[in-house]
């Protein structure tokens, strides 16, 4: 596909992250700003949406001010501006898209509202200055997007064009790790704290359920939650303790088996559709494609290539926003003033 050069400065708002990014070509970026509310929400042990819209307010300015700055550029310098759209925390949501329409009035720029779902998927296209990405990422594409409120397959057969497979019909992989470390008396966000207890534990010390759905793509992370609950509430009759941390409870050993039977899941069902749809490479995307022990199972097999973005790219940024919004500004899409937020909006 030949496109038209472009820089695109994006702002993401979706969640609990204000951040805003210049991205030229849909590859190179040029400034990834970012301010961070996680240490603001961990007393609360999971995201208050009134706060996070809140800070979205104080934080927007300031964050497109560093984005523009670090890039060397003025509004001038670019093509179009970009904002998550949805889906989303609506007050989060409208923070960001509104300040996006203001900027877009004001500087005679086209406006593109882009999806979230999207954006993670095009954080593998992405790379820096001065460094060539020799891996970019070959249709057919498997894409498995694990991030906090969504699990799903899509086969993407090109750029933008999407075929929805299976989706999570509960909790989704991220919310099962934040109320498995909750239960285990961890700390917020749920991910890394799971990750930081496994890597002392033994994978194999609970047998927790594997929901496999047969004959769907779809995914269910709501069983293996309760099992661990159960484990636990047994364990702690047993110790006859009901604290957990600086317990004998076995809490490493309970991490460690969860995070295994979730990785088994995601690892299987996507290997296997990827076969199933004769895709070319599986592409691995969102907040839980952070998870060492995820990353680890995709990159020893050697059946397919597999496209995981960096570290700093699979948290919420606005890189992958802008990213996203390249290629549809290249084919011509361009969004009306009028267009509002979509908290529930789909991928496909």
């Known amino acids: 596909m030949s496109l038209s050069p472009a820089r695109i400065l994006a702002i993401e708002s979706s969640c609990d992250e204000t951040a805003a990014a210049i991205v030229e070509n849909g590859h190179i970026v040029l400034s990834n700003a970012v301010s961070s509310q996680m240490d603001m929400h961990a007393r609360f042990g999971g995201i208050f949406p009134e706060v996070a819209s809140r800070q979205h307010l104080l934080s927007g300015v300031p ?25 989303g925390l609506a007050g989060s949501l409208l923070v960001g898209l509104n300040m996006a329409k203001g900027l877009s009035l004001g500087s005679n720029l086209p406006l593109l509202g882009i999806n979230h779902l999207e954006g993670h998927l095009y954080s593998a296209w992405i790379s820096h200055p001065g460094i060539e990405n020799n891996n970019e990422p070959q249709f057919p594409l498997m894409t498995l997007l694990v ?143 952070a998870n060492l022990c995820l990353r680890q199972a995709f990159l020893d097999q050697v059946e397919f290539q597999v496209n995981i973005p960096p570290l700093s790219l699979c948290t919420d940024n606005a890189a992958m926003i802008a990213s996203a919004g390249y290629y549809r500004f290249a084919l011509g899409h361009i969004d009306p003033l009028s267009i509002d937020i979509l908290p529930t909006w789909p991928l496909a």
């Open 63 to 87: 964050v497109v001010e560093k984005a523009l700055a670090e890039a060397h550029m003025t509004l001038s310098d670019l093509d179009a501006i970009a904002a998550t759209r949805g889906p």
């Open 147 to 289: 991030s906090g409120g969504h699990t799903e397959l899509n086969l993407m057969s090109d750029h933008l064009t999407y075929q929805h497979l299976g989706v999570t019909l509960d909790d989704a992989a991220g919310e099962a790790f934040d109320k498995v470390a909750r239960i285990l008396g961890l700390g917020y966000p749920g991910g890394p704290s799971i990750q930081s207890a496994a890597e002392q534990g033994d994978p194999t010390a609970f047998n927790f359920p594997r929901a496999w759905m047969e004959r769907t793509w779809n995914f269910s992370f709501s069983g293996i939650k309760t099992s661990v609950l159960r484990q636990v509430q047994e364990l702690e009759k047993v110790s006859g303790n009901s604290e957990i941390q600086g317990s004998p409870l076995p809490v490493n050993d309970l991490a460690a088996s969860f995070q295994a039977a979730v990785v088994d899941v995601l690892f299987t069902k996507t290997m296997n559709a990827a076969r199933e749809y004769g895709a070319k490479q599986i592409l691995i995307s969102g907040g839980v494609s």
